[in-house]
């Protein structure tokens, strides 16, 4: 089993008191006290606050270097330059490398003031990037590492942990790095352990989100695998334990227990289902080889980092012949790098109407579909949560998006603009795909408008969502107006565009739906993400009421002449499961919930 289901009990069970106090230096090098505490005790909770701050942290190898060699570990961690080489041309300012004399210099002024009790956590701009194959040796340790002295890695795409704290010999306190040049954001992490020992029982603390709600409240569990079971698991909720924590300002903590089962085996954690940049280009590469007459991809633009903004579109060629008139779904997703689900739905979104499914099939005749699956991927790569490499959160910057700064966001209003320009070309919908780091199912965000039969128009698709998708609920869809929304991708383009064209944003929860009359939380999994998107785009199909299209394609042709050979079922264009008479069929109608059956 990955899982560790007796480690908080084992333990906590340890009492082997420490008998004497012991020194440690703070964070500023100042000598502080501590009282005796318990070796091994588990995660810290409000019980524990009446003991002193953590032990004197872990001795570190020296060796410990980024790839680049650009920056050496320091004593309390280190940080490692992105392994893009693209990366290393634009560095943010946060990433810049000073030299041996200035850090001195810093700890002899930060010496003269012992900070304030209980405020150890220390300022996030000491983390200035990802660990990186970084060893954490007991304290006082001299020997030649061994199995069960951690490695930690988050030098790889989207991976994100910027600091390894061992509080003990089972317990670690993990700092995610923030943003890139954006020290407000730090929720997404994404780490490597290796060089474990079998049976060896573990706690991490996650000890430095920026938010105070979490999902892990409601039993969210971070996510695991490991190279001899690559498949994503969620970790058993009795296992983690989100508290407010008085060792770090009275933030909140996320505790996981853990226990290695495997030596050879290298283990990934992450906040949620990573999907990376080069794993999206792997996608696309794969659709775009499959040479569909209906399928288009183009190079809207390119980022800070020189990375591909795609474009995708997906319709009938007749279509796109010129002067044809064209109704146009535009659907974009990952403007926050971190919502990693978005990308999930959208690939069941994309995956669908490229099928040869029936309702595809008609969804391609009668509309044009443009995707922009990644707006942010620079953030995709660096492993951060909300912002861009330069720290801008894009979905606020809709009104006036820099050509130099937000390349990607400019270039998708620059062609949204065109398109509303074009007399022969109506944009019906636009759809931002996102995750939810609070809420549970999956709902959608819509505009106000002083016109009630504008605003009632708006309610119809999230309606049928609703009944299309067990996990769409529609009274967790609200519609407003907000100030701090006014630059976000529906606030924007719903006032920029007129009375026939519909703004939504679209969120997934992180972590799970609860179906209706049921009280009990389903987790999702990759696969359920990309169902919700197959549901979304079966949606248009009964919004547009093209379900007499559908049925024309799947009625069969009847036989002329009795001695004709029969045939088992007619030559369509879809698959042969979609026929009425084959097993396990359907036919289309608002009340069929999963079209995924018909693949």
């Given at each position: 089993?990955?899982?560790?289901?007796?480690?908080?009990?084992?333990?906590?069970?340890?009492?082997?008191?420490?008998?004497?106090?012991?020194?440690?230096?703070?964070?500023?090098?100042?000598?502080?006290?501590?009282?005796?505490?318990?070796?091994?005790?588990?995660?810290?909770?409000?019980?524990?606050?009446?003991?002193?701050?953590?032990?004197?942290?872990?001795?570190?190898?020296?060796?410990?270097?980024?790839?680049?060699?650009?920056?050496?570990?320091?004593?309390?961690?280190?940080?490692?330059?992105?392994?893009?080489?693209?990366?290393?041309?634009?560095?943010?300012?946060?990433?810049?490398?000073?030299?041996?004399?200035?850090?001195?210099?810093?700890?002899?002024?930060?010496?003269?003031?012992?900070?304030?009790?209980?405020?150890?956590?220390?300022?996030?701009?000491?983390?200035?990037?990802?660990?990186?194959?970084?060893?954490?040796?007991?304290?006082?340790?001299?020997?030649?590492?061994?199995?069960?002295?951690?490695?930690?890695?988050?030098?790889?795409?989207?991976?994100?942990?910027?600091?390894?704290?061992?509080?003990?010999?089972?317990?670690?306190?993990?700092?995610?790095?923030?943003?890139?040049?954006?020290?407000?954001?730090?929720?997404?992490?994404?780490?490597?352990?290796?060089?474990?020992?079998?049976?060896?029982?573990?706690?991490?603390?996650?000890?430095?989100?920026?938010?105070?709600?979490?999902?892990?409240?409601?039993?969210?569990?971070?996510?695991?695998?490991?190279?001899?079971?690559?498949?994503?698991?969620?970790?058993?909720?009795?296992?983690?334990?989100?508290?407010?924590?008085?060792?770090?300002?009275?933030?909140?903590?996320?505790?996981?227990?853990?226990?290695?089962?495997?030596?050879?085996?290298?283990?990934?954690?992450?906040?949620?289902?990573?999907?990376?940049?080069?794993?999206?280009?792997?996608?696309?590469?794969?659709?775009?080889?499959?040479?569909?007459?209906?399928?288009?991809?183009?190079?809207?633009?390119?980022?800070?980092?020189?990375?591909?903004?795609?474009?995708?579109?997906?319709?009938?060629?007749?279509?796109?012949?010129?002067?044809?008139?064209?109704?146009?779904?535009?659907?974009?997703?990952?403007?926050?790098?971190?919502?990693?689900?978005?990308?999930?739905?959208?690939?069941?979104?994309?995956?669908?109407?490229?099928?040869?499914?029936?309702?595809?099939?008609?969804?391609?005749?009668?509309?044009?579909?443009?995707?922009?699956?990644?707006?942010?991927?620079?953030?995709?790569?660096?492993?951060?949560?909300?912002?861009?490499?330069?720290?801008?959160?894009?979905?606020?910057?809709?009104?006036?998006?820099?050509?130099?700064?937000?390349?990607?966001?400019?270039?998708?209003?620059?062609?949204?603009?065109?398109?509303?320009?074009?007399?022969?070309?109506?944009?019906?919908?636009?759809?931002?795909?996102?995750?939810?780091?609070?809420?549970?199912?999956?709902?959608?965000?819509?505009?106000?408008?002083?016109?009630?039969?504008?605003?009632?128009?708006?309610?119809?698709?999230?309606?049928?969502?609703?009944?299309?998708?067990?996990?769409?609920?529609?009274?967790?869809?609200?519609?407003?107006?907000?100030?701090?929304?006014?630059?976000?991708?529906?606030?924007?383009?719903?006032?920029?565009?007129?009375?026939?064209?519909?703004?939504?944003?679209?969120?997934?929860?992180?972590?799970?739906?609860?179906?209706?009359?049921?009280?009990?939380?389903?987790?999702y999994t990759e696969e359920a993400y990309m169902k919700l998107g197959r549901n979304v785009a079966r949606t248009f199909l009964d919004y547009y009421r093209l379900n007499p299209m559908v049925e024309k394609v799947t009625i069969p042709m009847p036989r002329l002449r009795k001695e004709t050979p029969p045939y088992k079922r007619p030559l369509l264009?879809?698959?042969?499961?979609?026929?009425?008479?084959?097993?396990?069929?359907?036919?289309?109608?608002?009340?069929?919930?999963?079209?995924?059956?018909?693949?």
């Amino acid at each position: 089993m990955l899982s560790c289901q007796h480690a908080v009990t084992r333990l906590q069970g340890r009492n082997a008191a420490e008998t004497q106090p012991c020194r440690r230096l703070s964070r500023d090098g100042v000598s502080r006290r501590e009282g005796p505490r318990a070796e091994g005790a588990g995660p810290r909770t409000h019980a524990s606050s009446q003991r002193a701050h953590r032990h004197t942290p872990a001795v570190r190898t020296p060796a410990a270097r980024c790839p680049s060699n650009r920056r050496a570990a320091s004593s309390r961690g280190s940080s490692c330059q992105p392994a893009d080489p693209i990366a290393h041309s634009l560095l943010p300012p946060n990433f810049r490398v000073g030299s041996e004399a200035e850090g001195q210099q810093k700890m002899a002024e930060r010496s003269q003031t012992a900070p304030e009790a209980g405020n150890d956590l220390g300022n996030d701009d000491t983390i200035g990037g990802n660990v990186s194959k970084y060893m954490v040796l007991p304290t006082g340790y001299c020997g030649q590492p061994k199995k069960g002295h951690l490695i930690f890695d988050a030098c790889f795409e989207s991976g994100n942990l910027g600091r390894v704290d061992q509080v003990s010999e089972f317990e670690y306190d993990l700092f995610i790095r923030p943003d890139t040049c954006n020290p407000r954001f730090r929720v997404w992490f994404n780490f490597t352990v290796e060089n474990v020992k079998e049976s060896q029982r573990v706690i991490f603390n996650i000890v430095n989100f920026s938010k105070t709600k979490s999902l892990y409240r409601d039993g969210m569990a971070p996510m695991v695998k490991s190279t001899s079971r690559p498949k994503w698991q969620r970790l058993p909720p009795k296992n983690v334990y989100y508290y407010r924590c008085p060792d770090h300002r009275k933030n909140y903590v996320m505790s996981f227990a853990f226990c290695f089962d495997r030596e050879e085996d290298i283990y990934q954690f992450a906040y949620c289902y990573p999907y990376t940049y080069t794993r999206f280009q792997h996608y696309l590469d794969s659709l775009q080889k499959r040479n569909m007459d209906y399928f288009f991809r183009e190079q809207l633009g390119q980022s800070v980092q020189q990375r591909h903004l795609d474009l995708l579109t997906i319709t009938s060629p007749d279509n796109l012949r010129e002067g044809a008139e064209k109704k146009v779904v535009f659907i974009t997703g990952r403007v926050h790098p971190g919502e990693t689900p978005s990308s999930f739905v959208c690939q069941g979104i994309i995956d669908f109407l490229l099928s040869q499914h029936p309702i595809a099939c008609a969804l391609r005749e009668h509309l044009v579909f443009k995707i922009a699956p990644m707006l942010n991927p620079d953030g995709v790569y660096l492993g951060n949560y909300r912002c861009s490499l330069m720290g801008f959160d894009l979905n606020r910057h809709w009104l006036d998006p820099s050509p130099w700064a937000h390349p990607t966001l400019h270039g998708v209003k620059q062609l949204i603009i065109q398109m509303y320009n074009d007399p022969k070309t109506s944009l019906e919908f636009y759809i931002d795909i996102h995750a939810h780091s609070t809420m549970m199912n999956g709902f959608m965000y819509g505009n106000i408008f002083e016109d009630e039969e504008r605003f009632q128009r708006q309610a119809i698709f999230p309606k049928l969502l609703c009944q299309n998708a067990e996990d769409f609920s529609y009274s967790s869809t609200s519609f407003n107006r907000d100030a701090v929304k006014a630059g976000t991708g529906r606030r924007f383009l719903g006032g920029l565009l007129d009375h026939t064209s519909y703004c939504y944003t679209l969120e997934v929860s992180f972590y799970s739906y609860i179906i209706h009359g049921s009280t009990a939380a389903v987790p999702y999994t990759e696969e359920a993400y990309m169902k919700l998107g197959r549901n979304v785009a079966r949606t248009f199909l009964d919004y547009y009421r093209l379900n007499p299209m559908v049925e024309k394609v799947t009625i069969p042709m009847p036989r002329l002449r009795k001695e004709t050979p029969p045939y088992k079922r007619p030559l369509l264009r879809g698959p042969a499961s979609s026929h009425p008479n084959s097993k396990g069929g359907k036919k289309s109608s608002v009340s069929h919930k999963d079209p995924s059956k018909s693949f």
